[in-house]
């Protein structure tokens, strides 16, 4: 089975920094994987996901993602971010073919809390 | 309106009570799933079922039940509420066999005193 962790449980940052999300997995074979926002009070929505390809995604709102096989890894960032993005944010994992289509559940990780400060 | 809708949102019941927390899409997907999120432990998986027929225990499913009573309904139970069953439940739905990706509810936000 797959477990997800994410190193951070709360992250404080002022506008304009830039942000990086760590977020590993632990699962031998392929792979699809996800990044998913929580807003405060709101549900979750997908904020970007790699099934194969370029292991450099990009999301909405200006956040990307890179997929490091080797290290597996899949990093959430965001050269510069607002206010707007305090929210929490999932990274996710599920195992895959090689062709992006899933075997079964989704599996989360903790969390990690982002505050930007105006 | 919503292609995945929870009721009730919030519900504050006693110990010891039954509850039902029910979730009906509209999205058409034959996949639907409970979630429970518990500060710092992120999103755990109660239920799933990959259709009408099928039911699976996710990693938390003590004390809960589901029943799948067609496509787009899947409901909830907890047969006897306890206080650390408090959380944040939310339903989802995914394609089948699709990419695994999640389509979520808004999320019940449950208290048992």
């Known amino acids: 089975a797959q477990s997800v962790s994410q190193h951070n449980h709360h992250v404080i940052l002022s506008e304009a920094a830039s942000l990086e999300l760590g977020c590993n997995y632990s699962y031998g074979g392929t792979v699809n994987l996800f990044w998913y926002v929580q807003y405060p009070g709101q549900h979750l929505q997908l904020l970007l996901k790699y099934f194969s390809g370029d292991p450099l995604v990009k999301g909405i709102k200006g956040f990307e993602a890179e997929f490091i096989k080797s290290k597996f890894s899949f990093n959430l960032r965001k050269p510069s971010v607002q206010w707007s993005d305090t929210a929490e944010y999932f990274c996710?994992?599920?195992?895959?073919?090689?062709?992006?289509?899933?075997?079964?559940?989704?599996?989360f990780g903790q969390g990690t809390i982002l505050t930007v400060h105006p | 309106d919503a292609d995945v809708t929870q009721t009730p949102r919030n519900r504050i019941t006693k110990t010891g009570k039954r509850i039902m927390l029910e979730c009906s899409q509209t999205?058409?997907?034959?996949?639907m799933y409970w979630y429970r999120q518990d500060p710092g432990l992120g999103l755990r998986l109660i239920y799933y079922?990959?259709?009408?027929?099928?039911?699976n225990k996710g990693e938390i499913s003590d004390g809960y039940s589901v029943s799948r009573q067609a496509q787009a309904k899947f409901s909830l139970s907890l047969e006897s509420a306890i206080p650390n069953q408090t959380a944040l439940y939310f339903c989802?739905?995914?394609?089948?066999?699709?990419?695994?990706?999640?389509?979520f509810g808004e999320g019940s936000r449950l208290t048992v005193l």
């Open positions: 079922s990959f259709d009408v027929k099928d039911i």
């Open positions: 999205k058409g997907h034959d996949r």
């Open positions: 996710a994992v599920n195992a895959a073919n090689a062709g992006g289509t899933s075997y079964g559940k989704l599996t």
């Open positions: 989802a739905t995914s394609t089948n066999p699709g990419t695994g990706e999640l389509f």
